[in-house]
């Protein structure tokens, strides 16, 4: 019996174990060769896929492509897992209108213009707007790995494409909802997408604060309990919770593993997580590059070659164009800008993932996944060499434009800052906003929860009704509380009081905000009783707000701060670190770590004359968890020290340079030695009579005398004044060959 399923086991798990076993292998081999080119790894992936795939005859090919598609949606999952990690929802907010403004018009642009060349080219609209959808977003993953091997990355103008990034990848989350309510409906229909965009901003918003307000509570009250072993397992668990939620209302996975990893990003030991996930992240993430790689169909990329080198030059010189002047609008200076755009001009990972949401939900043709993935492949290759030709191409263009363009550009740049400038009324406006659409969200939330779960809980019991409305009430009372009666932009709304005409619209927004905490109480009692007793019912609700105002003040006020310190944790050292606003000009701050074998090590800020010689300024030091803001010239610097200095693009390289010219090589050994331990009887005379240090052993040797044994005693590292006597054993540490020599003498 035990044979029987042993044998059908093996036969069941056999495909499944030999197809991994070759995408890996196949895609190990690719790697090293690309990584010996020096070519993106992405690129390696692909190939390595075509090889594997049924496309390609000279090769061992994957027999069961179900359980392929299966890793390759676990590889998108922690894909976008480990993306949530790096780019939080908050650095959304604190990348601001720049980075906003250029990835807007590039998506907009490219929707667009991907769109009219596939109408051009006789496609379908479904195919073209997927098509449009695809050319928009920029690869993440090719970019950093480039910015990384440029050595670019503490560059003021990757920062901006970096934030760029960030709006990009929110927008692609929400463009995939968007495409797959199209997909499903087969029509343009305005009511459809509006009520998939309200419905992804009600979830996303319910997720967010439930997830702030319980996740780093959890880790921090576990952090004692969790090895590294266990805090994998937990991020894995919730981020596979998380899809299944999405799941559930409807979303695809990947934006459930998005927000987790959004949230966990949050948290003090993101860090650390990231860390923890990167093995997992890479192994399923290879497996994705590669099963999309095996979808290219080499007589597909023959007849739709054209199609590919339009779309390649579209991506190319349309990504960059657009981005360009995105970042120009945004108040940004014109090398910045350049630099910026032409690095965004590839397609890579969101692209895979939208061919193949529209492959799974049949809303696109055969030949578009694989022409998407060779204009990536083309794209890919590129990315390097435009990064370089950025700088060349900004000055050029400086020589070139007419000065009352270039001066026209410089001086809208340097005017950003006071178009920024909002208003009182708007300041309050916002306020108001966000107030009434985050609470009335969190109250609904709470209510539908209430509806499905504390009903049904209660309702067997003599008066469940009319426990489940009161629970219902007290958990809901903060909330309410703060939608209707909480002071809001107190000083920007005493400032406008002041002018009559002002009163009366503050006054309109007042009311508003009382009458939706009526509308609310009036609709939690409505569904729980007759219209009588809820009349009653809401009487009393009323009195009990007025009658208790302190108590629901100092109850949100605990929710809030609660919220707001699991919020900040992460942030709160990192805020007093980097200071963005302390740089004049074209001035960035960059951060850089003093390795344990710089030359550096030691010498005090004086000695260096760091400002004298490069021309950059020491923001702060960071030493552990002591911060040394703007250090004086006594202050010396130590092994695994972060400093932050503030300067241009040219000094912050030059100073890059300055720290790896520091860099103590390690000494290049001619001959292999074996260091032993080994004891030794003293019966050289030479040394008899003779201190440790006298008798020189250490240099003979290349090692130590780590203990003596004298009449039966054993002495552990002697003294080095230590005098020597007949009938000694030396216990030695060092090189054996020398050792033995001294032991002939």
């Given at each position: 019996?035990?044979l029987t399923v042993a044998?059908?086991t093996?036969s069941?798990?056999?495909?499944l174990i030999?197809?991994l076993?070759l995408i890996?292998m196949?895609?190990g081999?690719?790697?090293?060769i690309f990584?010996k080119?020096k070519?993106?790894l992405?690129l390696?992936?692909?190939i ?6 049924n496309?390609f005859?000279f ?7 179900h359980?392929v598609?299966?890793?390759a949606?676990?590889?998108?999952i ?5 993306l ?7 650095k959304l907010v604190?990348?601001g209108?720049t980075?906003?403004i250029?990835?807007a018009?590039?998506?907009v642009t490219?929707v667009?213009l991907?769109?009219?060349v596939g ?9 073209s707007?997927f098509l449009?959808?695809m050319?928009s977003?920029s690869s993440?993953t090719i970019?950093l790995?480039?910015?990384d091997e ?6 003021k103008?990757?920062g ?7 709006v990009?990848d929110?927008?692609?989350?929400l463009m995939?909802?968007?495409?797959s309510?199209?997909a499903?409906?087969?029509?343009f229909s305005?009511?459809?997408?509006l ?5 992804l901003v009600?979830?996303?918003t319910i997720?967010f604060v439930?997830?702030i307000?319980f996740?780093p509570?959890?880790l921090?009250k576990?952090?004692h309990?969790?090895?590294?072993e266990?805090?994998?397992?937990l991020?894995?668990a919730?981020?596979?919770v998380m899809?299944?939620?999405?799941a559930n ?6 934006l459930?593993?998005?927000i987790?990893g959004?949230i966990i990003a ?5 860090e650390?997580?990231?860390h ?7 192994l399923?993430g ?6 999309v790689g095996m979808?290219?169909n080499?007589?597909?990329l ?7 080198a ?6 190319i010189?349309?990504?960059s164009i657009?981005?360009?002047?995105g ?5 940004q200076p014109?090398k910045q800008?350049v630099?910026?755009g032409?690095s965004l001009?590839?397609i890579?990972?969101f ?6 949401l ?11 996944y694989?022409t998407?993935?060779?204009v ?6 590129t990315t390097p060499?435009m990064?370089?030709f950025g ?10 434009l007419?000065r009352?363009?270039v001066?026209?550009?410089?001086d809208?740049s340097a005017n950003?800052?006071a178009?920024?400038t909002l ?14 659409v985050?609470h ?5 939330a709470?209510i539908?929860?209430s ?8 309702d067997?019991?003599?008066f469940?009704?009319?426990?489940a ?6 958990i809901?009372s903060?909330?309410l509380?703060a939608?209707?009666l909480?002071?809001?932009a107190?000083?920007e ?7 009559r005409k002002s009163?009366?619209p503050?006054?309109l ?5 009382m ?5 609310f ?5 409505n569904?729980?009783?007759?219209p009588?007793?809820a009349g009653?019912?809401?009487v ?11 108590q ?8 809030e701060?609660?919220f707001l ?5 992460r942030?709160?050292t990192?805020e007093?670190r980097?200071?963005k606003?302390l740089?004049p000009?074209d001035?960035?701050m960059?951060?850089?770590?003093i390795t ?6 030691g010498k005090?800020?004086q000695e260096?004359q ?10 702060f030091i ?6 040394i ?6 202050e010396r610097l130590?092994?695994?020290d972060?400093i932050?200095v ?12 300055f ?17 032993v ?10 040394f008899?009579?003779?201190?440790i240090?006298?008798?020189q052993?250490?240099e003979?040797t290349?090692?130590?005398?780590v ?6 005693r054993?002495m552990?590292?002697?003294d080095?004044h230590?005098v020597l006597e007949?009938?000694d054993?030396l216990?030695v540490?060092?090189?054996k ?5 001294l032991?002939?003498?």
């Amino acid at each position: 019996m035990f044979l029987t399923v042993a044998a059908t086991t093996t036969s069941h798990l056999k495909p499944l174990i030999s197809d991994l076993g070759l995408i890996l292998m196949t895609a190990g081999i690719a790697v090293l060769i690309f990584r010996k080119l020096k070519q993106p790894l992405v690129l390696g992936y692909l190939i390595a896929g075509f090889l594997a795939g049924n496309n390609f005859d000279f090769f061992p090919t994957v027999k069961d492509h179900h359980s392929v598609e299966v890793w390759a949606e676990i590889g998108v999952i922690f894909l976008l897992f480990s993306l949530g990690l790096e780019f939080s929802f908050k650095k959304l907010v604190k990348v601001g209108g720049t980075a906003s403004i250029t990835a807007a018009t590039q998506i907009v642009t490219m929707v667009a213009l991907g769109f009219l060349v596939g109408q051009m080219m006789g496609w379908s609209k479904m195919d073209s707007i997927f098509l449009g959808v695809m050319l928009s977003i920029s690869s993440t993953t090719i970019i950093l790995k480039t910015f990384d091997e440029l050595g670019v990355k503490a560059q003021k103008f990757a920062g901006n494409v970096i934030g760029a990034l960030i709006v990009q990848d929110i927008l692609a989350i929400l463009m995939m909802v968007l495409l797959s309510t199209l997909a499903v409906s087969q029509q343009f229909s305005g009511s459809e997408l509006l009520q998939s965009v309200l419905k992804l901003v009600f979830f996303l918003t319910i997720w967010f604060v439930a997830g702030i307000f319980f996740i780093p509570t959890l880790l921090k009250k576990a952090k004692h309990l969790l090895t590294d072993e266990m805090l994998l397992i937990l991020s894995l668990a919730l981020c596979l919770v998380m899809v299944t939620l999405a799941a559930n209302v409807g979303f695809s996975p990947a934006l459930g593993a998005f927000i987790m990893g959004s949230i966990i990003a949050e948290t003090t030991q993101a860090e650390h997580i990231e860390h923890l996930i990167k093995p997992v992240k890479h192994l399923f993430g290879a497996v994705f590059f590669v099963s999309v790689g095996m979808l290219i169909n080499p007589d597909t990329l023959v007849q739709y070659a054209f199609p590919v080198a339009v779309l390649t030059l579209v991506t190319i010189f349309g990504q960059s164009i657009s981005s360009t002047i995105g970042s120009l609008l945004s108040g940004q200076p014109l090398k910045q800008s350049v630099q910026a755009g032409v690095s965004l001009s590839q397609i890579g990972e969101f692209s895979f993932i939208i061919a193949t949401l529209g492959m799974t939900l049949g809303a696109t043709s055969d030949f578009l996944y694989p022409t998407v993935v060779a204009v990536s492949a083309i794209t890919t290759f590129t990315t390097p060499y435009m990064v370089k030709f950025g700088t060349p191409l900004a000055v050029y263009l400086e020589k070139k434009l007419p000065r009352k363009w270039v001066k026209a550009i410089a001086d809208y740049s340097a005017n950003t800052e006071a178009i920024k400038t909002l208003s009182t009324w708007q300041i309050v406006i916002r306020a108001y906003i966000f107030q009434i659409v985050f609470h009335s969200i969190i109250i609904v939330a709470i209510i539908l929860l209430s509806t499905k779960y504390i009903i049904p809980l209660l309702d067997g019991l003599k008066f469940g009704h009319g426990l489940a409305a009161l629970l219902t009430l007290v958990i809901v009372s903060p909330f309410l509380w703060a939608l209707s009666l909480r002071r809001i932009a107190s000083e920007e709304v005493n400032e406008l009081f002041k002018n009559r005409k002002s009163r009366g619209p503050l006054l309109l927004l007042v009311f508003l905000r009382m009458g939706l905490g009526l509308f609310f109480i009036g609709f939690i009692l409505n569904n729980f009783f007759s219209p009588v007793i809820a009349g009653i019912a809401l009487v009393i609700a009323l009195a009990s707000y007025l009658l208790f105002p302190k108590q629901l003040h100092a109850r949100y006020n605990r929710i809030e701060q609660h919220f707001l310190s699991n919020l900040n944790d992460r942030e709160i050292t990192k805020e007093s670190r980097l200071r963005k606003d302390l740089t004049p000009w074209d001035g960035h701050m960059a951060t850089f770590e003093i390795t344990g074998t710089s030359n550096l090590s030691g010498k005090t800020l004086q000695e260096l004359q760091m400002r004298e010689k490069i021309g950059i300024n020491i923001a702060f030091i960071k030493r552990g968890e002591y911060i040394i803001n703007v250090p004086s010239r006594n202050e010396r610097l130590f092994p695994s020290d972060e400093i932050c200095v503030i300067g241009t693009d040219s000094q912050v390289k030059k100073f890059q340079k300055f720290l790896e010219l520091n860099e103590i090589e390690p000494p290049e050994s001619t001959t292999e030695s074996e260091i032993v331990l080994q004891h030794l009887e003293l019966k050289n005379e030479s040394f008899i009579g003779k201190s440790i240090r006298e008798s020189q052993i250490r240099e003979k040797t290349s090692g130590l005398v780590v203990g003596i044994e004298r009449n039966g005693r054993r002495m552990l590292n002697p003294d080095s004044h230590l005098v020597l006597e007949q009938g000694d054993i030396l216990w030695v540490v060092g090189d054996k060959k020398l050792l033995t020599s001294l032991e002939k003498c």
